[in-house]
C-alpha cells in the first residue's frame, strides 16, 4: 500500500517504545497518525512533535476504544492503516512452592484473565473495529486494497519462558488469529500481518539493571544486542507498504531462541 501525505492512521500503544517508533516512522512518510495510549502526558508530547493526535484509549474496554476512533476518524478521517502494540506482561508460575513457608499458591486467575483481555482481546477488538471501517473506504489500487493491519505478538509466543503462561498464551493467540483474520478480509482487501520481537530495548526493559540487560544482549545469537525500537518499525512499515504481504507472522529476535529461564 502506498503511503503519504494525509494517510490516516491508528497506533495502539503509541506513546512510548515500539509503538511510538512506528508512529513516528509513519508521520515521516507524511501520514496522520492517531495514537491510542493511556499515558496521556507522554502521548500528548509525541503527537505534537509529530504533528498527529492523541486519543486516551483503554484496550480493554469497548466505550474507550469507540470514543478514541470517532475521535481519530474526526480529525484525519478514517484509517488506513493500524498498528497494535499496546499490551504488557506478568511473570507468575502456573502453581508455585515459597521456599521460606512450603505454602503453596495457584495463579491468580484475574492477573491471568487481565494479560489476556489487554494483549489478546484489546488487540483483537481494534481490529475489529478498524476493519470494519476500513471496508466502508475505496480501493486503493487495482488489487483492491483498502488497508492494512500490523499486530504485535512477541517471540514468548513460541518460545515461552518460566513464569509466563498468562504471556506466552496471549500472544500466542495473536499468532494464531493472524491468518484467519487475514483469510475473514481476503476479498475486503485488508491485509493482516504480525510481528513477533525478541528483546527490545523498551522502556520497560530500561527499567532492568544493567548487568541483567547485558545478559540478555549476550544471548542472542546475532547482533549480540538488545533490538532498537527502530527496527521494529522498519518492518511494520515494510508489511504496510508492500502490498504482497499478508497472513503472516515474522520474529524480528536476532535468532534467539528463548531458554526456559
Known amino acids: 500500500m502506498e503511503v503519504g501525505a494525509n494517510t490516516p492512521a491508528v497506533v495502539t500503544g503509541?506513546?512510548?517504545?515500539?509503538?511510538?517508533?512506528?508512529?513516528?516512522?509513519?508521520?515521516?512518510?507524511?501520514?496522520?497518525?492517531?495514537?491510542?495510549?493511556?499515558?496521556?502526558?507522554k502521548g500528548l508530547k509525541v503527537a505534537a512533535e509529530i504533528g498527529g493526535i492523541f486519543c486516551e484509549?483503554?484496550?480493554?474496554?469497548?466505550?474507550?476504544?469507540?470514543?478514541?476512533?470517532?475521535?481519530?476518524?474526526?480529525?484525519?478521517?478514517?484509517?488506513?492503516?493500524?498498528?497494535?502494540?499496546?499490551g504488557t506482561g506478568?511473570?507468575?508460575?502456573?502453581?508455585?512452592?515459597?521456599?521460606?513457608?512450603?505454602?503453596?499458591?495457584?495463579?491468580?486467575?484475574?492477573?491471568?484473565?487481565?494479560?489476556?483481555?489487554?494483549?489478546?482481546?484489546?488487540?483483537?477488538?481494534?481490529?475489529?473495529k478498524s476493519a470494519a471501517g476500513m471496508m466502508a473506504l475505496d480501493p486503493l489500487s487495482e488489487d483492491g486494497d483498502r488497508g492494512a493491519i500490523v499486530n504485535t505478538a512477541s517471540v514468548?509466543?513460541?518460545?515461552?519462558?518460566?513464569?509466563?503462561?498468562?504471556?506466552?498464551?496471549?500472544?500466542?493467540?495473536?499468532?494464531?488469529?493472524?491468518?484467519?483474520?487475514?483469510?475473514?478480509l481476503m476479498n475486503e482487501g485488508i491485509r493482516v500481518n504480525t510481528i513477533l520481537p525478541g528483546i527490545f530495548n523498551t522502556p520497560l526493559m530500561n527499567a532492568a539493571p544493567p548487568q541483567v540487560k547485558e545478559a540478555l544482549a549476550a544471548s542472542v545469537p546475532f547482533p549480540k544486542r538488545l533490538g532498537n525500537a527502530e527496527e521494529y518499525a522498519m518492518l511494520a512499515m515494510c508489511m504496510i507498504e508492500n502490498g504482497y504481504f499478508n497472513g503472516e507472522d515474522v520474529r524480528l529476535d536476532g535468532a534467539i531462541r528463548m531458554a526456559p529461564r
Open 14 to 41: 503509541g506513546a512510548s517504545g515500539l509503538g511510538e517508533a512506528t508512529a513516528r516512522a509513519l508521520a515521516a512518510k507524511g501520514v496522520k497518525v492517531a495514537i491510542f495510549d493511556l499515558q496521556e502526558e
Open 156 to 184: 514468548a509466543g513460541e518460545d515461552g519462558q518460566i513464569g509466563q503462561a498468562a504471556y506466552s498464551a496471549s500472544k500466542g493467540g495473536v499468532i494464531g488469529m493472524t491468518l484467519p483474520i487475514a483469510r475473514d
Open 57 to 86: 484509549v483503554n484496550v480493554t474496554d469497548d466505550a474507550s476504544v469507540d470514543a478514541g476512533f470517532a475521535k481519530a476518524r474526526s480529525a484525519h478521517g478514517q484509517e488506513r492503516i493500524l498498528v497494535n502494540c499496546a
Open 90 to 128: 506478568n511473570a507468575i508460575k502456573t502453581a508455585s512452592r515459597d521456599r521460606n513457608t512450603g505454602e503453596i499458591k495457584h495463579f491468580p486467575l484475574d492477573a491471568f484473565n487481565w494479560i489476556i483481555q489487554i494483549n489478546l482481546v484489546g488487540t483483537f477488538r481494534c481490529i475489529a
